[in-house]
Antibody, heavy 122, light 108 residues
Framework: QVQLVQSGAEVKKPGASVKVSCKAS????????MHWVRQAPGQRLEWMGW????????KYSQKFQGRVTITRDTPATTAYMELSSLRSEDTAVYYC???????????????WGQGTLVTVSS | EVVMTQSPATLSVSPGERATLSCRAS??????LAWYQHKPGQAPRLLIY???TRATDIPARFSGSGSGTEFTLTISSLQSEDFAVYYC??????????FGGGTKVEIK
């Protein structure tokens, strides 16, 4: 069965960076795209960006442009999200989520990771 | 950016009763709308995609309807395991993917 297993909780100081991993199994990793979504306390889910696991193409939300980097390791079937210059407002649960896309269109997100809590505190 | 608005924010329902959740888009998203169920500490779970198609292994008591800007998720007879937060999400006009603020379904 499809599984997305994320790395464990992190505590970081302001100005530091964090890298969250998302290990995929149960499907052909390179046939899907992977998105990263976060949810800060009391806030709605917020899309950060995505990667085409096949060709490595990425696109980021304007809000996070310059601070977020999404990568993947195809032999390890793992996607990564790195967020730099952390501030207290980045305290949130970060999720990876799988989406199927063809050359013509993309479909819905169908599987999510369990989430990784990142706490930014001095 | 397409803004998704869900109502109500909280819905108090007794087990066995019907729950009706609403989601509105700021512009047409056609039928490119999904519903997710989210319980604390768990991964969100896809319930409905294409506005009305149940995902794999989702019980028939969950149904979705609507198109364009108005959507509804109905749970016909609430079971104890259905108490959770429900989100709608559009995937028609993106990036960015956008989500509603959620409806918490709680026990009355």
């Amino acid at each position: 069965q499809v599984q997305l297993v994320q790395s464990g909780a992190e505590v970081k100081k302001p100005g530091a960076s964090v890298k969250v991993s998302c290990k995929a199994s149960g499907y052909i990793f390179t046939s899907y795209t992977m998105h990263w979504v976060r949810q800060a306390p009391g806030q709605r889910l917020e899309w950060m960006g995505w990667i085409n696991a096949g060709n490595g193409d990425t696109k980021y939300s304007q809000k996070f442009q310059g601070r977020v980097t999404i990568t993947r390791d195809t032999p390890a079937t793992t996607a990564y999200m790195e967020l730099s210059s952390l501030r207290s407002e980045d305290t949130a649960v970060y999720y990876c989520a799988r989406m199927y896309c063809t050359s013509i269109r993309c479909y819905n997100v169908d599987h999510w990771g369990q989430g990784t809590l990142v706490t930014v505190s001095s | 950016e397409v803004v998704m608005t869900q109502s109500p924010a909280t819905l108090s329902v007794s087990p066995g009763e019907r729950a009706t959740l609403s989601c509105r888009a700021s512009q047409s998203v056609s039928s490119n709308l999904a519903w997710y169920q989210h319980k604390p500490g768990q991964a969100p779970r896809l319930l409905i995609y294409g506005a009305s198609t149940r995902a794999t292994d989702i019980p028939a008591r969950f149904s979705g309807s609507g198109s364009g800007t108005e959507f509804t998720l109905t749970i016909s007879s609430l079971q104890s395991e259905d108490f959770a937060v429900y989100y709608c999400q559009q995937y028609n006009n993106w990036p960015p993917l956008t989500f509603g603020g959620g409806t918490k379904v709680e026990i009355k």
